[in-house]
């Protein structure tokens, strides 16, 4: 069974559109993150949530809106979608009650393009 | 704010061979968590290891292992017999042990051949 699975994996649009990438983790974690790893393969957090509630935000535009219905699911809505959006983007998943060191798993990634 | 350096954009290997990648990080905290993860072309992102900063013994997996150098902000990891599955991006990550920012901050990356 997948631990963490993000839908879809491969997304193509316009310039303008919203679009919405899903998250959805079966590990029985209370944190989820989402990454953006851009063309240059750099990756850097935009958002974390703790059981459902938004604990990071890196400084994204406000177009970018996560959603949290549970502590199983992180979803990213983007809204006006911008060429410079186009990258792959990560959803994890950790417990700090897991460990002292705990692990985050990745999801495959979500490859967006803007056209 | 910490910060993760990985020097080298790019290194070879032979395989069967050994080769270290370099990462520095920089922090005002005195303890936190220091990984490697791999990235193949699947891009799937794949924890190689980890290390406690608390812990002066260095962290070891199988073929890999690590340099933890804590005065020097080091974190080297040695890959040793490269095989061609080794092939991938490698990323050094920094987290924090305190509060609820649990987020890891990358380097850039090393992008690690292996030749046959």
């Known amino acids: 069974d997948t631990a963490v699975s993000q839908t879809p994996k491969y997304l193509v649009t316009q310039m303008g559109n919203d679009k919405s990438i899903k998250c959805e983790q079966n590990?029985?974690?209370?944190?989820m993150y989402w990454y953006k790893q851009d063309s240059k393969k750099f990756l850097k957090i935009m958002f974390s949530y703790n059981n459902k509630e938004l604990i990071i935000n890196e400084t994204v535009p406000n177009r970018f809106s996560p959603k949290s219905p549970d502590k199983a699911h992180l979803n990213l809505h983007i809204n006006s979608l911008e060429l410079g959006d186009s990258a792959v983007y990560f959803c994890a998943s950790s417990s700090p009650l897991s460990g002292r060191v705990n692990e985050q798993f990745f999801g495959p990634g979500t490859r967006l393009t803007v056209l | 704010a910490q910060t993760v350096t990985q020097s080298q954009p790019e290194m070879s290997v032979q395989e069967a061979e050994t080769v270290t990648l370099s990462c520095t990080y920089d922090t005002s905290e005195s303890d936190y968590y220091l990984f490697w993860y791999k990235q193949p072309p699947s891009r799937q992102m794949i924890l190689v290891i980890r290390?406690?900063?608390?812990?002066?013994q260095n962290a070891t997996e199988n073929r890999f292992s690590v340099n933890f150098q804590k005065a020097a902000k080091s974190f080297s990891l040695k890959i040793s017999d490269s095989q061609l599955g080794d092939a991938a991006m490698y990323f050094c990550?920094?987290?924090?042990?305190?509060?609820?920012?649990?987020?890891?901050?990358f380097g850039k990356g090393t992008l690690l051949t292996v030749n046959p």
């Open positions: 290390q406690e900063a608390y812990k002066q």
């Open positions: 590990l029985g974690h209370d944190t």
């Open positions: 990550a920094y987290r924090s042990l305190g509060g609820s920012n649990y987020k890891l901050t």
